[in-house]
């Protein structure tokens, strides 16, 4: 009983490690036409502006399961080079929480022809985030006094920036960005008040690389787009991959879409069963689908966790409301769904 209990329990932390980060987890939301929530160079992409809302909850029958609330908005000033965007995120897991705001800056440099139905642009985003982690403690009991355990709600904030570049050009794209670029952060929530030499115990790097790629195939009422998108945390060296593919259909009062994505982690959990030793590997399959209807837009994802040892049997859901506004129909002659 006891190796089965520390078997889900190391499994169970492999498998939510996406969400064991500071600021906001990278989910699949990136999908639903979301660049913008995880690379600050697409704020501001497009002609207009886009409103985007998403909330996703993990294990519905389990009590205190991890929960994402997110709602961005970024737009392009006027005929202006320059973009900006506003993010504010809830993220609870357990007894731990963090609520944040970024606010982004960023500046499109138009490339090659002057031709303006012509998407060839080249992006760069900054986003600075102010974030406030909690730690509830209040329900912690133990016989013996811990003096890791305040037995109070503890919660400090913190400040760091996010960087982004990206390259869009027709039916192509590919982005990149550090987020939690700078170190120093000694997150003092989860070492407050210890006794134990507790500057040994500070991670104060938390930056995270993050780069996407991407193509739209097909120019009549169909299209395809295949995409990667890799993350790698320095600090742990952990590494996940997406590889995700879309279709698009035009229909009269706009679009549908539907896609796949598959997420694999190069990192595993080592484990003994029975006798036998294994290993498993965070490996999530997300199917996604959605509609753009005149302005609006509608996608719900739900992600289900592959492998012999899982914490619930239950997936993961997310569902995504988002509004387009000061846009002209199709500013660029080219299926590209981010910038028209």
């Known amino acids: 009983m006891k190796y089965n209990f520390l078997l889900i329990l190391v499994l169970l932390l492999v498998g939510s490690k996406s969400t064991a980060q500071e600021g906001i987890p990278v989910y699949f939301d990136y999908l639903s036409d979301n660049y913008y929530l995880v690379f600050p160079s697409m704020a501001g992409i497009s002609e207009g502006g886009?409103?985007?809302a998403t909330a996703r909850k993990q294990w519905f029958d389990v009590d205190d399961a991890p929960s994402l609330q997110t709602i961005n908005a970024h737009f392009r000033l006027g005929d202006s080079p320059s973009g900006i965007g506003a993010i504010v995120f809830n993220d609870a897991n357990g007894y731990h929480s963090q609520t944040g705001l970024k606010l982004t800056y960023a500046h499109h440099l138009r490339m090659g022809s002057n031709d303006v139905r012509v998407l060839n642009q080249l992006s760069f985003g900054l986003s600075a985030t102010i974030l406030q982690s909690s730690l509830d403690e209040t329900e912690f009991r133990s016989v013996t006094p811990d003096p890791?355990?305040?037995?109070?709600?503890?919660?400090?904030?913190?400040?760091?920036?996010?960087i982004g570049l990206s390259y869009n050009f027709q039916e192509f794209y590919t982005h990149f960005a550090v987020t939690n670029a700078l170190t120093g952060?000694?997150?003092?929530v989860y070492y407050r008040d210890r006794q134990d030499n507790p500057d040994q115990l500070v991670i104060d790097n938390i930056r995270r690389f993050l780069v996407s790629a991407g193509y739209v195939f097909g120019r009549n009422e169909w299209q395809v787009e295949p995409s990667v998108l890799f993350q790698l945390t320095e600090f742990t060296k952990e590494k996940t991959m997406d590889v995700n593919a879309k279709v698009y259909r035009d229909v009269d009062f706009g679009r549908i879409w539907g896609g796949l994505s598959y997420r694999r982690s190069f990192d595993g959990a080592q484990f003994q069963?029975?006798?036998?030793?294994?290993?498993?590997?965070l490996q999530l399959i997300t199917p996604i689908v959605g509609a753009n209807i005149n302005n609006f837009m509608v996608s719900y994802n739900y992600s289900y966790q592959m492998g012999d040892i899982r914490f619930?049997?239950?997936g993961f859901h997310q569902i995504t409301l988002g509004y387009d506004f000061g846009q002209t129909e199709r500013k660029y002659d080219c299926y590209c769904p981010a910038a028209n």
Do not use: H, P
């Open 312 to 314: 619930d049997n239950g």
């Open 185 to 188: 952060s000694k997150r003092n």
């Open 273 to 281: 069963n029975n006798g036998s030793f294994g290993e498993q590997r």
């Open 50 to 52: 886009k409103i985007r």
């Open 148 to 162: 890791a355990v305040a037995g109070i709600k503890l919660s400090a904030s913190y400040t760091n920036v996010d």
